[in-house]
Nanobody, 124 residues
Framework: VQLQASGGGLVQAGGSLRLSCAASGRTFSWYGWFRQAPGKEREFVAVIRWNGSRSYYANSVKDRFIISRDNSKNTVYLQMNSLKPEDTAVYYC????????????????????WGQGTQVTVSS
């Protein structure tokens, strides 16, 4: 089982990037994105159920980021718009099986599988 994140890069403030996370080996019930800025703890960004019926965002990215899923490719995306310098971080995708709440898992410890991370740098 592997999660492969890609799509990071350097962008100016106000710009956009789309991250991808391709899963191989199995499918999961929930897919999440987290990020970790230098000197900070890894934090929740967004989560989506496998069929797209539920999604949830951190307040800091709500209305700017969109999480989506392509089941035919077993891939989850994070469309990031109106990027800010404070969005600079390494972004990680994660996945897990069934979860008890429709809101979806938002804590690190609730995920079983992690991708390797992709760097996003937003310049001012």
């Amino acid at each position: 089982v592997q999660l492969q994140a890609s799509g990071g890069g350097l962008v100016q403030a106000g710009g956009s990037l789309r991250l991808s996370c391709a899963a191989s080996g199995r499918t999961f019930s929930w897919y999440g994105w987290f990020r970790q800025a230098p000197g900070k703890e890894r934090e929740f960004v967004a989560v989506i159920r496998w069929n797209g019926s539920r999604s949830y965002y951190a307040n800091s990215v709500k209305d700017r980021f969109i999480i989506s899923r392509d089941n035919s490719k077993n891939t989850v995306y994070l469309q990031m718009n109106s990027l800010k310098p404070e969005d600079t971080a390494v972004y990680y995708c994660a996945a897990r099986g069934p979860y008890y709440s429709d809101k979806g898992p938002t804590d690190l410890g609730e995920y079983n599988y992690w991708g390797q991370g992709t760097q996003v740098t937003v310049s001012s």
